[in-house]
């Protein structure tokens, strides 16, 4: 059963445009979500975190939002660049540690 | 810093082999883990240490052995591959453990095939 899910698998954007990824949990237990990007025949990267403290943190293009009570977090990505076409997993935390539980992940295409 | 450094970057293995990935860091990181990437399944957590000495399971440890014998190095064995584990592996670092959130640092990742 997996606990965190990205129901899109991919997404294809024009350049300029916004792009949103979606992210759902199950676990109320999770209290720390990130987001990491991943380019092929590459380890991910961390791209952006949100603590349940708080509903929104934003880093420069990148802006996390997170509904606690719908348990759901997005990632905006404005103005979406050709380079930001790569795949996105979020990742939740539980308290007791750094254990991550990673989405399936969503393949973002950005269109010149 | 070079960093998470993981070897090799490809294997093909026959069923029953075994094998060790090797994964080191040179951050004086304390945590490290080990995960798979399958399609669809996102990654999936094997293995992690919280540092040397210390190992626990993840999500899916079976066919898997790990040891931190110092605190830059963290292998990954397999006893006898089975074609369930072609997958790719990756190792990730962290600066501490348990009871604070850091950034996860991750290698390159090896793609493993068991014929």
């Known amino acids: 059963d997996q606990q965190v899910k990205q129901n899109s698998p991919s997404l294809s954007v024009q350049e300029g445009r916004i792009s949103i990824l979606n992210c759902d949990y199950t676990?109320?237990?999770?209290?720390?979500f990130l987001w990491y990007k991943k380019y092929p025949a590459e380890g991910p990267t961390f791209l952006i975190s949100?603590?349940?403290?708080?509903d929104k943190n934003e880093d420069g293009r990148f802006t996390v939002f997170l509904n606690k009570s719908a348990k759901h977090l997005s990632l905006h990505i404005v103005p979406s660049q050709p380079g930001d076409s790569a795949v996105y997993f979020c990742?939740?935390?539980?308290?007791?540690?750094?254990?991550?539980?990673f989405g399936g992940g969503t393949r973002v295409l950005v269109k010149p | 810093n070079a960093g998470v450094t993981q070897t090799p970057k490809f294997q093909v293995l026959k069923t029953g082999q075994s094998m060790t990935l090797q994964c080191a860091q040179d951050?004086?990181?304390?945590?490290m883990s080990w995960y798979r990437q399958d399609p669809g399944m996102g990654l999936r957590l094997i293995h992690y240490?919280?540092?040397?000495?210390?190992?626990d399971q993840g999500e899916v440890p079976n066919g898997y052995n790990v040891s931190r014998s110092t605190t830059e190095d963290f292998p990954l064995r397999l006893l006898s591959a089975a074609p369930s584990q072609t997958s790719v592996y990756f190792c990730?670092?962290?600066?501490?453990?348990?009871?604070?959130?850091?950034?996860?640092?991750f290698g390159p990742g090896t793609r493993l095939t068991v014929l």
């Open positions: 990730a670092s962290s600066l501490t453990g348990p009871s604070s959130y850091n950034e996860q640092f």
């Open positions: 949100i603590s349940s403290i708080k």
């Open positions: 676990n109320s237990m999770f209290d720390y």
């Open positions: 240490s919280v540092g040397a000495g210390i190992t």
């Open positions: 951050m004086n990181h304390e945590y």
């Open positions: 990742a939740a935390s539980k308290a007791a540690g750094n254990k991550l539980t």
